[in-house]
């Protein structure tokens, strides 16, 4: 599942006002991009599509983001549903995990034995 966003949000879930498909010179591919700020929890977050991923073992969520607007020590973090609850996989946090006006490349992955039907992943912001 590639998403660009390009025309909409390519199936993820706006998770409210603090999640806004923006237009921008700084989109790592084409115009458009997702933009996540403040810590407001679902509201500042974007969530994936159910994945259909029954026999699969291994899920990789692979992105890039731009932290130049993030301050130092303030963090965004994956997650990924077990098919019950939400788990926290990653923190990303500025500073620490990345620094600067540039491109950053991120990749989480997550292993089980037996996916969910309802398997999403979600970005939020925690900033």
Same mark, same amino acid.
């Given at each position: 599942?590639? +998403?660009?966003? /390009?025309?909409?949000?390519?199936?993820?879930?706006?998770?409210?006002?603090?999640?806004?498909?923006v237009r921008s010179?700084?989109?790592?591919?084409?115009?458009?991009?997702?933009?996540?700020?403040?810590?407001?929890?679902?509201?500042?977050?974007?969530?994936s599509p159910s994945?259909?991923?029954?026999?699969?073992?291994?899920?990789?969520?692979?992105?890039y983001f731009d932290?130049?607007?993030?301050?130092?020590?303030? /963090?965004? #973090?994956?997650?990924?549903?077990?098919?019950?609850?939400?788990?926290?996989? #990653?923190?990303? /946090?500025?500073?620490?995990?990345?620094?600067?006006?540039?491109?950053?490349? #991120?990749?989480?992955?997550?292993?089980?034995?037996?996916?969910? #039907?309802?398997?999403?992943?979600?970005?939020? +912001?925690?900033?």
């Amino acid at each position: 599942l590639a +998403s660009y966003f /390009e025309t909409g949000f390519d199936r993820w879930q706006d998770g409210g006002d603090d999640c806004a498909r923006v237009r921008s010179n700084r989109s790592y591919e084409g115009n458009y991009s997702i933009m996540l700020r403040n810590n407001s929890g679902v509201e500042s977050s974007m969530t994936s599509p159910s994945l259909k991923v029954v026999g699969y073992n291994k899920l990789t969520l692979d992105f890039y983001f731009d932290g130049r607007n993030i301050d130092r020590a303030k /963090e965004f #973090a994956v997650y990924y549903q077990n098919g019950q609850r939400w788990q926290k996989l #990653a923190e990303f /946090e500025s500073g620490k995990d990345f620094s600067g006006r540039n491109f950053f490349h #991120a990749s989480v992955t997550v292993l089980s034995n037996n996916f969910p #039907a309802n398997t999403r992943f979600r970005i939020q +912001s925690e900033a």
